[in-house]
């Protein structure tokens, strides 16, 4: 009787997958082109060509001669380009005599700022994130004091510092001549030690890494202790893979400010050869006369780092400051 049944019943179908429709979004939830979002928009545009169109004028002007250049009205696209001012600054190819009496660079210009860039990067953010660590997760009497000692430092500008530093940076023990007193020679002055070891380290570095810390749960950091990690493996096994928005951030910071600076290598620097690319750039700058080919050339080589490490790490670096402060 059941072989019966089972006979008489209809075979049992597969549901077919059906192919869902696509939804045309809501109404309500499409952007709304009302006279303020286009007025936003125009605006935005106008703005980016103010920012912009300074260094497109600049990048086209570096293959301009001399006289194109000071052409009325300004031309955008060089008429005879020319990468005469670019070997002419990096002191290469064939250059005749009155390219060389205008004056030439050199290359090691940038390979100097290059070396000093990185070396002062890696050093200050290694350094800072190690500070940062020991007052974002450490307990020791006296910290809140200490850390507010270094971000009193802030306050100080650059300028008011920069006597005391040539004079140490001078009288430092068994460098440059200098005896175990740091007496007899002139220590790290006009030497690469002079460039990068005062940059090791930054306030500014170590408090924006010292608030990333902070949102690392210690419950992760004990557990690791648990299983018999000690203070330096934790610190690179766990806390830096953790703080890499925050480092790149602080790297790119370092770097540009490293890049950059034009003072304090202009005081302690006197050898030409030990030159970095913005000594080298103010060479061109004269009272009477100015090589403005060869300046915008360099102006040129000199931002075009900046604008690729950020491009690079744009992602990191907005992450790493959105993220700062948040526990």
Known sequence: MATLDQAQLPPPTVPQPQRRARRSAPEGNRPEWGPGRWVTYVLLVVGAIVFIAPMVWLISASFQGLGEIFSQPPRWIPKHPTTTGYRQFLNLGHLTNAQRGQGTGDWRWFANSAFVAFSVTFLQTFFNAMCAYVFAKRDFPGRNAIFMLFLATMMVPGQVTLIPNYIITKHIPLFGGNDILGMGGHGWLDSYWGLIMPGTVSAFGIFLLRQYMQSIPDELLDAARVDGANEF???????????????????????????????????????????????????????????????????????????????????????????????
Request: proline share 6%; net charge positive.
């Open 233 to 327: 493996r934790i610190f690179a096994r766990i806390v830096l893979p953790l703080c890499m928005p925050a480092l790149a951030a602080t790297a790119i910071f370092t770097f540009q400010a490293a890049w950059e600076d034009f003072l304090w290598p202009l005081i302690i620097i006197s050898s030409p050869d030990r030159y970095t690319a913005p000594l080298g750039l103010a060479l061109f700058v004269v009272k009477n006369e100015t090589s403005w080919n060869l300046l915008f050339a360099g102006s040129v080589m000199s931002t075009l780092p900046m604008v690729v490490i950020f491009a690079v790490f744009q992602r990191k670096f907005i992450q790493g400051i959105a993220l700062t402060g948040i526990k």
